[in-house]
């Protein structure tokens, strides 16, 4: 009887002991998710930069581990007249950013983006960094009316701003999506080997691709079909540091308006490819 009753009340302690260390552990972790990014930065006085590579904007030497980089410097540039200094933290693959964001893996996803309204219900988009023209690409010396490419193949990849804007512009033009894990130059292998006849993209991708693969790929005409502005995401609801960094990037501002052509120059970007604001 003794053993029994031992038995029942250890059960009864251990049952407790494990509720009150789940609900404490989940309220820690409440407290931490809930705590602004910013109180961490003004502790540490560091900035972690969840990214990847895409030159001109942002690239790591194999060797040395060097950053560089229009937006490399522009960022670093920025942070240092707020006091801060940018970490880069890691390389950080499409299907990751969402999770190192909300779990404070990085501070922010520092890869300039043009949002799709999809990446705006998971993301606070912050700052700015000038606007971005998109364009039509077609196999090089392939001929093709405007009627034509109403109803002609097209190629997207998942989750990024050229899906809903192909639906947008050419609504009844057969679209294959590619998966989110796809390389930037994947999309344009389409064409390569006539998986598709058309994509629509901004200029710096297509300009890689075809560094690469001279006489593959061309422009099918220099005006863009629309022009979009880019910015840096955050986690959502984070008010605070939203504001912190839209301070500190916003391209629209005397100085760092001034960075940023200075940057354009330094680097060689056209206006068919990066606009300032």
Avoid at 10 to 31: G, I, M, N, P, R
Avoid at 49 to 73: A, F
Avoid at 164 to 181: D, G, H, N, R, V
Wanted: include cysteine; hydrophobic fraction near 35%.
């Amino acid at each position: 009887m003794k053993k029994s009753v031992f038995i029942i009340v250890f059960l009864v302690a251990a049952s407790w002991f494990s509720f009150y260390y789940y609900t404490t552990l989940q309220k820690t972790e409440a407290k931490v998710l809930s705590l602004s990014v910013l109180d961490r930065v003004e502790k540490t006085g560091e900035i972690r930069c969840g990214y990847w590579n895409y030159e001109p904007y942002i690239s790591k030497d194999p060797n040395t581990g060097k950053m560089s980089g229009l937006t490399v410097d522009y960022l670093e540039q920025t942070a240092t007249r707020m006091g801060k200094k940018i970490i880069w933290e890691a390389e950080v693959g499409f299907d990751q950013i969402l999770p190192s964001l909300t779990y404070n893996r990085i501070d922010a996803f520092c890869v300039p983006c043009s949002p799709n309204e999809d990446f705006r219900k998971n993301f606070d988009f912050v700052g700015s960094f000038g606007r971005l023209p998109y364009y039509l690409y077609i196999a090089k010396g392939r001929k093709m009316t405007k009627e034509e490419m109403q109803t002609a193949r097209f190629a997207a990849t998942d989750g990024y701003l050229t899906l809903p804007k192909t639906i947008e512009y050419f609504p009844k033009a057969m679209l294959s999506s590619l998966p989110q894990s796809s390389s930037s130059a994947d999309v344009y292998n389409y064409l390569k080997y006539g998986k598709t006849d058309v994509v629509l993209n901004e200029h710096v991708s297509a300009l890689n691709f075809m560094r690469n693969n001279p006489n593959v790929i061309e422009r099918y005409e220099d005006t863009p079909l629309f022009i979009t502005t880019m910015s840096f995401p955050i986690k959502k609801g984070d008010t605070r540091w939203g504001a912190f960094l839209q301070q500190m990037t916003d391209t629209t501002t005397p100085e760092n308006k001034a960075l940023f052509y200075g940057l354009i120059q330094k680097y060689n970007l056209t206006k068919d490819t990066l606009l300032p604001d």
